[in-house]
């Protein structure tokens, strides 16, 4: 400090990688030393994903004679914020975000030309490979002049519940940008192959079997789910109606299929089957309803006809 120091001084803006001299440096304002101090306010520096110095330089003549001086490295930062993105998709089923680029204020950082990289953190629960490969599309996207990098052709091609999408900054150190996360639910959907309502209903304590496929949004088998549980239950608006028999659990095949076999209803009445499976982003199915006959009924009704006497002759 030089107390009686009298000057005005430039401050500006030099790329941290181009050195003390950089030729391209930025005048962010000046500021007027009085008594050996001087101070900048307001002064906005840099885009974020960059590191940078300060320098002061006296402007035009001073006396006493002051040498320009540079501030120790520091790195502006910025974040990023997803917009858009679903709460729910279907497997396999395409869907699109947005991911802005703000300032540290939260306001749209004009003039960023960085690219945004999209991936997938899987829950807890997940045993699979890689969790790169869960996510699929165009993963990586430039931030447009709306300082936006959109993201139009994404898919998630297994279900699960809890999966974080993070979005970060290509190639740039951690840090540099506050990564931005979103909680995404991908579904599946069970169908029906065999159901009572399909052979005409059934008898009480006749038997018969259920088989159902899980499928993505678009119909698709997904086969990548075995060993995925799967339950059934009666839907008649009355609860102490239950399906017997050794089936109503059984665990999908690789092929995406799954049988309960064995199943028997003992009340009459108008039914529906319930599938469900305990991984919640598997979605349930209701069968379409059907009825079962009292087995006397039902024995009366398959009976064939008796044939009729023949006229006796006068």
């Known amino acids: 400090q030089v107390p009686t120091a009298q000057a005005e001084l430039a401050l500006e803006l030099l790329s941290w990688d181009s050195g003390a001299d950089d030729p391209a440096a930025q005048q962010l304002g000046t500021l007027q030393v009085r008594d050996g101090f001087g101070i900048a306010q307001g002064v906005a520096v840099g885009l974020p994903g960059h590191s940078y ?39 396999n089923t395409g869907f699109g975000l947005d991911v802005q680029v703000l300032d540290s204020s939260g306001e749209l950082l004009v003039g960023c030309g960085a690219e945004v990289k999209l991936s997938v953190r899987p829950p807890e629960s997940y ?8 996510l699929q599309g165009t993963v990586v996207r430039p931030v447009g002049s709306d300082v936006v990098a959109h993201f139009r052709d994404l898919r998630m091609v297994l279900p699960g519940q809890g999966y974080v999408l993070c979005a970060a900054v290509a190639g740039v150190h951690h840090g540099v940008y506050s990564p931005a996360v979103a909680v995404l ?4 959907q069970l169908c029906f192959l065999q159901e009572p309502a399909q052979g005409g209903g ?36 009355c609860p102490s109606t239950r399906v017997a028999g050794p089936g109503p659990v059984c665990v999908l095949a690789a092929c995406g299929e799954a049988e ?35 087995a006397q009924q039902l024995q009366q009704q398959a009976a064939p006809a008796s044939p009729e006497a023949p006229a006796r002759a006068n």
């Open 53 to 91: 110095a300060l320098r002061v330089r006296p402007m035009g003549e001073c006396s006493p004679v002051l040498l320009p001086a540079v501030s120790t490295r520091f790195d502006v930062l910025g974040k990023l914020c997803i917009v858009g993105c679903p709460s729910t998709v279907a497997v």
């Open 202 to 237: 059934t008898s009480a304590f006749a038997m018969f079997d259920v088989k159902v496929r899980v499928t993505d949004g678009q119909g698709e088998v997904l086969s990548a789910l075995n060993g995925e549980r799967l339950r059934l239950r009666v839907e008649d608006g």
């Open 127 to 134: 045993r699979g490979d890689s969790p790169d490969t869960l």
């Open 185 to 188: 639910h991908a579904t599946a």
């Open 260 to 294: 309960f076999p064995q199943l028997m209803l003992v009340r009459p009445g108008m039914h529906r089957l319930v599938a469900w499976a305990d991984n919640e982003a598997i979605s349930a199915i209701t069968s379409q309803p059907f009825e079962v006959l009292p």
